[in-house]
């Protein structure tokens, strides 16, 4: 996508070394974070500075590529190829395109006759999945673009746009590509506490692209879908189960149920590497429950440009904060992969690892 007349990807890798956007740093600053080891790489997915299913996918395959760089020659390189699996694994839990990524890499490594062709193949197939992601988000884009209509006013939540993947985005693609064509299309931004993606990502993104946009908290949405202002819900997905139910960032499924309520389409956007068949259902699906310091504070920007954190809580106060939620299947209207427009019911799971 472009920012400012030149096109970037969330994410690539140059030599061995990984370089993806400093996520935590926008609004205030777009700049690049250079990753020289896979350890670097998974911190980088831990601690946020790269985030959203597909950008943490994209991440998870380069950092699977740096580790059989690094690892040595001979009998130890497959330990050390399958303790860098595991660090890269234990970084998040929810996203299936971490786990789609590592397992992908994994299997053309044990797919090659010498180390060397181990190494290639590793580089390889993280660049390969690097490009479908992106060629995904565009697809997902053009078939979801036919389902908006001029003039329509569309939720979201979250960040599923270009910053969650590597390219283009999930949720947001639709909107970029009816807007490239000319439709009048009006986004309302869930703010997404406690960490702000929707308020300090999207927004900007949304800027960046010349859609016109409001940021709401995120309580909002049911009443402006009560009072006829939202004409259809598009949301991401962190990982969807074999059966259509789908995990995305906390507060989706209120969204669903808000939009079941009111007859407001709702529709997720995801490529098939976030699809999981071995999840038969929502309640398998591991939901991260994060630090309880990120609902006690909040991080803004200051009047003189700069970040602050303040905390909204007195100084005893305990928080609970799991970072996704299960929206159901039958809350869903459609689930849109780059393959097509699907029933909840209907994914082509064929690909799922
Ligand atoms: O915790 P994050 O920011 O990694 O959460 C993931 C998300 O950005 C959203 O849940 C998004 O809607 C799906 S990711 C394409």
């Given at each position: 996508m472009r920012v400012e007349g030149t096109d970037y990807r969330t994410v690539i890798m140059e030599g061995s070394t990984v370089r993806m956007?400093?996520?935590?740093?926008?609004?205030?600053?777009?700049?690049?974070?250079?990753?020289?080891?896979?350890?670097?790489?998974?911190?980088?997915?831990?601690?946020?500075?790269?985030?959203?299913?597909?950008?943490?996918?994209?991440?998870?395959?380069?950092?699977?590529?740096?580790?059989?760089?690094?690892?040595?020659?001979?009998?130890?390189?497959?330990?050390?190829?399958?303790?860098?699996?595991?660090?890269?694994?234990?970084?998040?839990?929810?996203?299936?395109?971490?786990?789609?990524?590592?397992?992908?890499?994994?299997?053309?490594?044990?797919?090659?006759?010498?180390?060397?062709?181990?190494?290639?193949?590793?580089?390889?197939?993280?660049?390969?999945?690097?490009?479908?992601?992106?060629?995904?988000?565009?697809?997902?884009?053009?078939?979801?673009a036919t389902l908006i209509p001029d003039?329509?006013?569309?939720?979201?939540?979250?960040?599923?746009?270009?910053?969650?993947?590597?390219?283009?985005?999930?949720?947001?693609?639709?909107?970029?590509?009816?807007?490239?064509?000319?439709?009048?299309?009006?986004v309302f931004a869930d703010e997404t506490r406690p960490r702000g993606q929707g308020a300090l990502l999207t927004a900007w993104e949304l800027q960046g692209e010349g859609v016109p946009h409001a940021v709401i908290v995120d309580n909002a949405a049911g009443r402006l879908m009560q009072t006829g202002e939202i004409d259809m819900v598009i949301v991401g997905a962190d990982r969807v189960a074999a059966n259509g139910d789908v995990a995305n960032k906390i507060g989706t499924y209120e969204k669903a149920l808000c939009a079941a309520d009111n007859d407001v389409p709702f529709y997720v956007t995801a490529p098939t590497s976030t699809l999981d068949a071995r999840s038969p259902n929502g309640a398998t699906i591991p939901i991260e429950e994060r630090n309880a310091d990120e609902v006690l504070h909040v991080t803004g920007i200051t009047d003189?440009?700069?970040?602050?954190?303040?905390?909204?809580?007195?100084?005893?106060?305990?928080?609970?904060?799991?970072?996704?939620?299960?929206?159901p299947a039958r809350l869903i209207r459609a689930i849109i992969t780059e393959k097509g427009i699907h029933a909840p019911h209907e994914l082509p799971l064929e690909a799922s690892r």
């Open positions: 956007v400093n996520q935590p740093m926008l609004p205030l600053r777009f700049e690049f974070i250079d990753l020289p080891t896979h350890h670097d790489t998974a911190r980088s997915i831990s601690s946020m500075i790269v985030r959203g299913a597909g950008a943490i996918g994209a991440a998870a395959g380069y950092g699977m590529a740096q580790v059989a760089l690094e690892a040595p020659d001979g009998p130890e390189f497959m330990d050390y190829v399958q303790a860098g699996a595991e660090t890269l694994r234990q970084t998040r839990p929810t996203a299936q395109d971490l786990f789609y990524a590592v397992q992908r890499v994994l299997d053309a490594i044990g797919g090659a006759d010498s180390v060397q062709a181990a190494r290639q193949a590793a580089v390889e197939t993280a660049q390969a999945m690097a490009d479908e992601n992106a060629a995904a988000g565009q697809a997902i884009g053009e078939l979801g003039g329509a006013n569309i939720l979201t939540h979250c960040n599923a746009g270009w910053l969650a993947f590597v390219d283009w985005g999930s949720a947001l693609a639709p909107v970029y590509v009816a807007a490239r064509q000319g439709k009048r299309v009006f003189a440009g700069e970040w602050a954190r303040v905390r909204v809580s007195h100084a005893q106060a305990k928080a609970r904060n799991p970072a996704f939620d299960i929206t």
